[in-house]
C-alpha cells in the first residue's frame, strides 16, 4: 500500500513540476502548446528537434528551467519505476495486490481529472504565477495579453521563398504596417537577428520572418507570389485595414 501510495505521489508532483515549468516557459515568450510540449520533453528525456533545441539554447532563463527539469525528471522516472515494482511484485497476497492496483487506478483517474480540467488550470496557473513573482527573479510577464493575442491576432514566423512577394523587397517598399501587419524581426543565416527592422530593410530569400498581426492577413502575405495578382491583394488589405481603424476610431468618438 505504502508503494501505491508513492507511486501516486510522485506521479501527482510531476504532473505539477511540468505545469510549473510550462508557464515558466511561456513568460519566456513561448506559446503555451510548445511550452507544454517542451517541458515534458525534457521532464521524460525524450528530447528535441533541431530547431526545439536552438530556441532553449539561445535563451539563458529557458535553458536553467530545462536544465532543472531534467534534473528532476531522471529521479522522478526512476522513482515510478521502483514504485511500480513494490507495489505489484512484493506483496504476497492477491489481496494486496489488488489493493494496491485500486490505488494506482484511482489515483491516476484524479491526476488525469486534474491536468484535464480548466477549472484546476486556471486556479493552479493563478498560484504558480504568485509563487514565480515572489520567490524567483524570472521576469514574469504575459506576451500574451501584452500582443493583444486574441480577437484573431497571432505571431507566426515564415521562410520567405524566391518567388514569394515578399522577397527582395524592402519594409518600405511593401508598406505591410498599411495591411496591419508588423515584423517583429528577421533571422538571416549565418547573421545576427534583426529586431524591430526599419523602413529600409530589405527581405531576402531564405530569411525567417516573424509576423504579427490578423491572421488573416498573415495568410494572405504568406501566399501571395511574384505575379500581379499580389498587389491586388495588398490593396485589398490595405482598404480594410483603413476602414477598420476609421471604424474603431468612430466608435471611440461615440463613447465619449
Known amino acids: 500500500?505504502?508503494?501505491?501510495?508513492?507511486?501516486?505521489?510522485?506521479?501527482?508532483?510531476?504532473?505539477?513540476?511540468?505545469?510549473?515549468?510550462?508557464?515558466?516557459?511561456t513568460y519566456t515568450g513561448l506559446s503555451t502548446q510548445?511550452?507544454?510540449?517542451?517541458?515534458?520533453?525534457?521532464?521524460?528525456?525524450?528530447?528535441?528537434?533541431?530547431?526545439?533545441?536552438?530556441?532553449?539554447?539561445?535563451?539563458?532563463?529557458?535553458?536553467?528551467i530545462i536544465f532543472n527539469l531534467m534534473l528532476i525528471?531522471?529521479?522522478?522516472i526512476v522513482t515510478v519505476m521502483s514504485s511500480l515494482i513494490l507495489t505489484?511484485?512484493?506483496?504476497?497476497?492477491?489481496?494486496?495486490?489488488?489493493?494496491?492496483?485500486?490505488?494506482?487506478?484511482v489515483g491516476l483517474s484524479l491526476i488525469y481529472?486534474?491536468?484535464?480540467?480548466?477549472?484546476v488550470d486556471r486556479g493552479l496557473s493563478k498560484l504558480i504565477d504568485r509563487m514565480l513573482k515572489k520567490y524567483t527573479d524570472l521576469e514574469i510577464q504575459d506576451y500574451a495579453a501584452v500582443l493583444h493575442l486574441k480577437d484573431d491576432y497571432k505571431i507566426s514566423e515564415k521562410r520567405i521563398g524566391?518567388?514569394?512577394?515578399?522577397?527582395n523587397k524592402t519594409l518600405k517598399d511593401l508598406e505591410l504596417r498599411k495591411e496591419g501587419i508588423t515584423i517583429l524581426g528577421i533571422d538571416r543565416d549565418n547573421e545576427d537577428y534583426f529586431g524591430s527592422p526599419m523602413g529600409d530593410f530589405k527581405l531576402l530569400p531564405n530569411d525567417v520572418v516573424t509576423v504579427y498581426g490578423k491572421a488573416e492577413?498573415?495568410?494572405?502575405?504568406?501566399?501571395?507570389?511574384?505575379?500581379?495578382?499580389?498587389?491586388?491583394?495588398?490593396?485589398?488589405?490595405?482598404?480594410?485595414?483603413?476602414?477598420?481603424?476609421?471604424?474603431?476610431?468612430?466608435?471611440?468618438?461615440?463613447?465619449?
Open 73 to 76: 525528471g531522471n529521479a522522478g
Open 1 to 25: 500500500m505504502i508503494a501505491a501510495i508513492t507511486l501516486f505521489l510522485v506521479v501527482a508532483l510531476s504532473a505539477l513540476i511540468t505545469k510549473i515549468a510550462t508557464i515558466a516557459l
Open 88 to 105: 505489484f511484485v512484493l506483496p504476497d497476497t492477491l489481496s494486496s495486490k489488488l489493493y494496491g492496483l485500486g490505488i494506482v487506478v
Open 217 to 256: 492577413g498573415i495568410h494572405s502575405i504568406y501566399a501571395r507570389k511574384k505575379d500581379f495578382t499580389a498587389e491586388m491583394q495588398h490593396n485589398i488589405y490595405v482598404q480594410k485595414e483603413t476602414k477598420r481603424k476609421e471604424e474603431q476610431q468612430q466608435s471611440k468618438l461615440e463613447d465619449q
Open 162 to 167: 524566391e518567388n514569394d512577394w515578399l522577397a
Open 34 to 64: 510548445s511550452a507544454r510540449f517542451q517541458a515534458r520533453s525534457a521532464y521524460t528525456g525524450a528530447g528535441f528537434t533541431t530547431s526545439e533545441s536552438e530556441k532553449i539554447m539561445n535563451h539563458p532563463v529557458r535553458r536553467k
Open 113 to 119: 481529472w486534474a491536468i484535464k480540467s480548466k477549472w
